[in-house]
């Protein structure tokens, strides 16, 4: 089981954004974060806990192992406010999500 | 270019079944691990069928016995259908292609979803 913390966090545009992934049981560094806007599909942003994806700006990192893992927005860009979700693939399938953080302008 | 599309949601009864498609292009599905993944209105998202680029098929407890995971290679497209829904069926349907290499077991190409209401 991923938990995500918070489920919601209140930003202003400038500021740096750090999103908590918590899971059950160790998944060594196979996690994936995947950022979400209203009425699109998911997009992956990090892969294997601290790679960032194609095309993704490096404002966006991911770190962590094990059982703890971070996402850091370095300074929020209007286009970052979304719904972010941590993904692991550790001794798959199944394939499971956390509850999501939402990025919230303040 | 990578793309995929889905097609076939709709309005259904409960009890009743659904088939969806997902056209893929810039990639063969065949090749590929791909799954449907969906999203509940205001909800997170589920992973509820894997297929192998071998074959082999995964499914999420919820589905199990009444959705089948398939392709279509001539067509170059995956499909699901989906038989006695229920009202908790209810959500946005995305396909999407789970990466390779390093990218396994991650999802790195997603479809635009098509939405499955499962209401009378």
């Known amino acids: 089981v991923l938990t995500q913390s918070p489920a919601t966090l209140s930003l202003s545009p400038g500021e740096g954004a750090t999103l908590s992934c918590r899971a059950s049981?160790?998944?060594?560094?196979?996690l994936a974060w995947y950022q979400q806007k209203p009425g699109q599909a998911p997009r992956l942003l990090i892969y294997?806990?601290?790679n960032r994806a194609t095309g993704i700006p490096a404002r966006f990192s991911g770190s962590g192992s094990g059982t703890d893992f971070t996402l850091t927005i370095s300074s929020l860009e209007p286009e970052d406010f979304a719904v972010y979700y941590c993904?692991?693939?550790?001794?798959?399938?199944?394939?499971?999500f956390g509850g999501g953080t939402k990025v919230e302008i303040k | 270019e990578v793309q995929l599309v889905e097609t076939g949601g709709g309005l259904i009864q409960p009890g009743g079944s659904l088939r969806l498609s997902c056209a893929a292009s810039?990639?063969?599905?065949?090749?590929?691990?791909m799954s449907w993944v969906r999203q509940a209105p205001g909800k997170g998202l589920e992973c509820v069928s894997l297929?192998?680029?071998?074959?082999?098929?995964y499914y999420a407890d919820s589905v199990q016995g009444r959705f089948t995971i398939s392709r279509d290679i001539s067509k170059n497209t995956l499909n699901l259908q989906m038989n006695s829904l229920r009202a908790e069926d209810s959500a946005v349907y995305f396909c999407?292609?789970?990466?390779?290499?390093?990218?396994?077991?991650?999802?790195?190409?997603w479809g635009q979803g098509t939405l499955v209401t499962v209401s009378s």
């Open positions: 294997q806990a601290s």
């Open positions: 297929i192998y680029s071998g074959g082999t098929t």
């Open positions: 810039g990639f063969t599905v065949s090749g590929n691990y």
């Open positions: 999407a292609r789970v990466g390779s290499g390093i990218n396994l077991g991650y999802f790195d190409y």
């Open positions: 049981q160790s998944v060594s560094s196979s």
């Open positions: 993904q692991q693939r550790s001794n798959w399938p199944p394939l499971t």
